[in-house]
């Protein structure tokens, strides 16, 4: 394994150097990985099974990986194969203080050639109607709608520019650049790229620590402080949001029972802040029962949770399924990487395209509805979080 030396992270962007389809990249609040070797990597399109993860680390083990590290995406469907990388070598640096990096990006953005959203705003506003529907009718209490809009670039991604710019606008976040394998593109090429810099964390566990920090209930931010002030302090106190956030930690505390004892969960949510948006988040840490459960393990117990799938959560997947006319695939599933200890984080994967790997992405962005949304706030909603996005792109 590669040790940076510290000074390295705020004096150069070596982390990002040279990056191509492929590379692994994950950055969160406390540290940077890297791979730095893709020759000899395990590179998997399978269940994220205990059984499967066991089994990618005895094959990184049989390669001669001394210290396997693996990265991976698991689908939003959870029925659905993941995506899991072993690189024969990766470079790690902690955070120093919060600073990722210093460099500034460099280079040519790409401009946007074309972009067309999936579906059109007005009919993602419909789609909101339609859930207002449903809980009117009963049997729903949250859903959490998206939508997708396809962007064609004149040239390829430059991937030094983004993850740096991603970086340095999402100071406390997790940003990631993950290959996407598939049955048919196992080998040097992926099939696609997952590229974003989501703002919340699933799991991370160190040792029998657990650390969850769900977010639910939003409001875009605004460039005048006072008016910015304002929006977070109603955020803090809105019946609707935190009804919203509500359903998706009482949720969380209910799996995380069966898993975790001395759990500690706040009253309340506090607010926090993206470079775009408020949100309303809840800091939960807890003590495994087994220390041999693995923060995926744990993960995937809570995936899909109400912050991207609703409540209850099986009666608001099938409406997602029936409402959403897309396919979300990695979008909302999990990103993160572990060690063959079970040490490693999660986070969910939002504010995220799906690169093909030369000029087309698929941006997604979704908003957690409740009786009371209103559509027109929840297409603004979206639109800000994917505008995050492609300010960094393009
Ligand atoms: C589904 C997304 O955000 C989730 C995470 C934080 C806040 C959310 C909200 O307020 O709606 C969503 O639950 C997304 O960013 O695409």
Redesign the pocket.
Known sequence: MVQAKENEVTQSSWLVDGMKNGDVFFASPSLQWRSRGLQGAVRSHVPASAAAIKSLFEQARSQGHAEPVMFGLVPFDPSLKASFTIPSQVAFTPSIHGVRTSAQPNGRKPSVVKRTPVPAPEVYGDMVRKALDLYEAGGVSKI?L?RAMDVELDAPVNYEYLMLDLLRRNAHGYTFALPIWSDEACGDVPAAVMLGA???LLVRREGDQVFINP????IPRHADPAEDKSRKEGLAISEK?LR??GY?VRDIVRILKEHCDELEVPDGPSVIGTDA?W??STFITGRLKNPETTALDLACALHPT???CGFPTATAFQHIKELEPFEREY??GLVGWQRESGDGEWA?T??CARYDGDRTLRL??????VAGSDPESEIR??AT?METFMRAIA
Request: glycine letters at 10%; charged letters at 20%.
């Open positions: 959490v998206s989501s703002p919340e977010l639910a209930g939003s949001d919203e956030h998706v948006l949100h309303l109400p912050a991207i979008f909302a969910l939002l504010r997604y962005a979704g908003a957690g509805t909603e979206t979080k």
